[in-house]
């Protein structure tokens, strides 16, 4: 079938004919939409290609060139799209189509988020509204007429500027919407629904009075509050870091709780989840305020990075993802703390994107083959591609590399672009060469450096041999080696004063040497995570201490001491009885008494992920890891426990904190708690906190510490949780995330109990993330537990996702088709649920385009 051919970024072709303007108008209707589209269409070229627009799940109702209505005869339908052997160079095409969006689960094109109308068209979704030259390359003037119900829909909403609207028959209205700058499609929108509707603006450093509006769902308005601030905060910030200024007369975000992702950019009015929109201190924690600060910022900085220069095709979506991410990320650090901003950013990289390129979907940050766009959408083009663009920044420096940024607008404003302009742009501003640095985007796989160091006491001198090897391990080749900044610092043993540098290493092995060291210095390597490598570099136990305590990078403070409790986790993966030293108990004292920044200590005290470790063990045995991560905790909960129960009380007494110290305070306090939970005593002060919790931070927390540590009062706690809450959806998440994460022998018993729950709904995306996703996620002692019911359970919550909503199932594979991170027996029971998903019928490409990959 043609739907199901791969293809491929060497197959780029300039489209046949172009479009100019776009004029849409919407009829809408629960199952049967109406959708008129006419477009001024014309050849690019010489040839006499036909035209050939895409266009899928439609009803086709009439084709019209110029004033000519077509019979069926003159054009070819496909399920996937409609062919017009046309001979003119210039004409305007009329196209009606008829769509529904009530059954559309799969949550792409025109669907229903409750009783509102939404779209979402990237990658591919305005095929599944109207026949159109679906990509891009082919920017048009959208002007979008909606017409529906007046009373169910007072808010009907599209892109641009509102240039008219009117009362019409039957108790219907309509508002018309025109978007003054050419787009592709993908950034197409449509809202229609009964909102309250928070209002604010912004005068920008052009002057321009911008009309800020986000719409949200009837009685939520105090909770959009955050993220007006956000969305003004962000306005701001790139006025004064990158002078880009908004720039239509109008911003609006919608928030829906029908979502498959975090939120989309849309030209002048973003579509979000309410998830990164929603938020007061009662119902969301302060993880989830950081998230929407970010989120909201990241759409907005699309509007330049993204829509006024958007990509030439798919295979550059990092072209705007990476660099919205970097944008975003500097963003977070510019508003909360650098460091533990910047460590949030690693854990995500090592914990996940690590996986994802050493698994079977490993792809370049610029893709060069694909079947099924959505699958795409993934940490290596948005995180590792964001490093990938922070490396340039950390090669130009924040001056160049702003220099380059006004030259990429300066030559591609209002165009369709590559990754390889953007890095000219760069290279061309600070003249700075990056050819070689360009072979991060077409390589897969983590990079590892091999570092090696010697000391001459004779001579006073330094050595450090770097060499760079690929995924599987081999030193790379002069063709093949990567272009890599590694910011280090050298520090005197003795006085503790530190020399940093910025090493470039462009060869497949280099050696550095210092001179005028009286002794042997400790290097902190890789500073604020200067690359998306792994280290492979054994520093002792106690140059890690020293980095811990001494290092002038919070990144390498952190990290040395994640680097050594990962050294721990391995030898007592390896042999459970192992004894854990007493040295850790001291080195981590000094820390919590240490008077450092307590969101930054929090960080410091949290054991690395199990994704993590399971990344550095070959074939780990995931329960072997889980009991090792418990050892762990329990040792350091009971070296620990007199600091640590002091360090809690005395955060929990804090008052008259600001709201930054406060978020550390309680970051910080909770560390503590999921400490001291695994020890006896545990009940009293799970539930003290509980009952005293005046935030869902702390109520989480304390619910979590109940969970992971299976506590008698677990399910009277949830159920007095589950009254309070049961009426606000986003809390409700949270409610079913903490069931399925219970450390409980009867939990398959409880997740089918929870999937016939009332409050369950398979079809809501944000629902089946917090009970399946939950489940497979946070609870691996019982997702990898030998009998395979864990891999049985998410096969069977799969195979149901493949009939309703594709992109989720696509999502929710990555644990199973990641099997090789696991020892053989767990192997051998992810391959075959695997293969009982291949084998259903009906497989959707996303999740075909997966297990192909997987099992081939
Ligand atoms: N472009 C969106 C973002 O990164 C993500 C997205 C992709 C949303 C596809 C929906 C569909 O901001
Ligand atoms: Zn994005």
Redesign the pocket.
Known sequence: MSEFTPRYLADYQVSAFTISTIDLTFELDDTATKVTSVMSVKRQGSGEEPLVLDGEHLTLLSVKIDQCLLSASDYYLSATGLEIPVRADEFQLTIVTEINPQDNTALEGLFKSGDAFCT?C??EGFRRITYYLDRPDVMAVFTSKVIADKIKYPYLLSNGNKIASGELDNGKHFVQWHDPFPKPCYLFALVAGDFDLLQDSYLTSENREVALEIFVDKGNLAKAEHAMASLKNAMAWDEETFSLAYDLDIYMIVAVDFF??????NKGLNVFNSKYVLADTESATDVDYYNIEAVIA??YF?NWTGNRVTCRDWFQLSLK?GLTVFRDQQFSGDMNSKTVSRIQNVRVLRSQQFAEDAGPMAHPIRPEKVMEMNNF?TLTVYEKGSEVIRMIHTLLGAEGFAKGMALYFERFDGMAVTCDDFVNAMADASKVDLTQFKRWYSQSGTPHLKVSESFDPEANLYHLTISQHNQAGELSSPQSCLHIPVKMELIDADSGIGQQQLLELTAPEQTWTFEHYQAKPVVALLEDFSAPVKVDFEQTDLALEVLMLAASDGFCRWDAGQKLLSRYLHKLVLEPGYALPASLITIFSKILQKDSDPAFTAEQLTLPAFGEVVDQIHQVDPLALVNALKTLKGFLAKGLQEPLSACYHNCAEKTALSHQQAIGNRALKNICLSYLAVLPGADTLVAAQLSSAANMTDTLAALNASAYNNLPAFDSQMSAFESKWHDTPLVVDKWFTINASLNSDDIFERLAALLKHPLFSIKNPNRARALIGAFVSANPQYFHCQSGRGYQFLAEQIKRLNEINPQVASRLITPLIQYKEYDLSRQQLMLEQLKVLRALPQLSKDLLEKLDAALN
Do not use: S
């Open positions: 979402q990237e990658a498959n992702m975090g939120a989309m950019e990241h759409e699309h993802e959408y």
